[in-house]
């Protein structure tokens, strides 16, 4: 059974490590910030100028000032700080966020990334995605693996324009965790219920399967 938008963020969560800062890109990779472990010390950033972001806020909680670069209503924990953009970026640019999780319209087995346009469709702007890609070393992207009409996201080579070339090291998808290295997809967990040969049929790129595959542990 694909996991939920819900379940691929608790999975992301797990590769939050007490310490960090993480950015976490619009739209799916937003819903990390639920489910950071209880106790752990780390700070969410955001493009436009916000350092410590907490989780999603409730209906007494919500501030309509205090929003993401997505412009979605946040909280903001103990200790953050509030800044402008050209100093958030300096931050991203300078290499010091520790992860970033990204969503992405298509991810090859060189480990490049197209997460910005599609042609022909409305287009708001790069936002940004590529000085992430820039500027982190420790890259997820969070994504489903095939779009909805089924064909497989996980490629040979992408097809849409790039938003940044070879610097993906994981993508974790509603059916699997996947690494990219050695010009392949490697299957390292699969979602519960979610057979090998199922991953195999929806992923276009090379995918290299090595001994038993355990499920996820969400």
Known sequence: MALSRE?????????????????LGIGIPTLVANYVPDGMQLMLQSENGLLGMGEFPTEETIDADLINAGKQTVTAVKGAS??????????????????????????????????????????????????????ADNIIVM???????????????????????????????????????????????????VSVEEIQSKTAGKLVVEGDVPEMVI
Request: aromatic share 8%.
């Open 7 to 23: 379940q691929m963020a608790q999975r992301v969560a797990k590769e939050l490590k007490d310490g960090f800062y993480v950015n």
């Open 82 to 135: 509030f800044f402008s953009s050209a100093e958030s970026f300096a931050m991203i640019r300078g290499g010091h966020v520790d992860l970033t999780v990204l969503g992405a319209f298509e991810v090859d087995v060189n480990g490049s990334i197209a997460s910005w346009m599609i042609p022909g469709k409305l287009i708001k702007g790069m936002g940004g995605a590529m000085d992430l890609v820039a500027g």
């Open 143 to 193: 994504m489903t693996h095939a779009d909805k009409r089924g064909n497989s996201k996980l490629l040979p080579l992408c097809e849409l324009p790039l938003t940044g070339y070879g610097c993906i090291k994981r993508v974790i998808t509603d059916l699997a965790l996947l690494e990219i290295k050695d010009g392949a997809f490697h299957l390292i967990e699969r979602a519960p219920g």
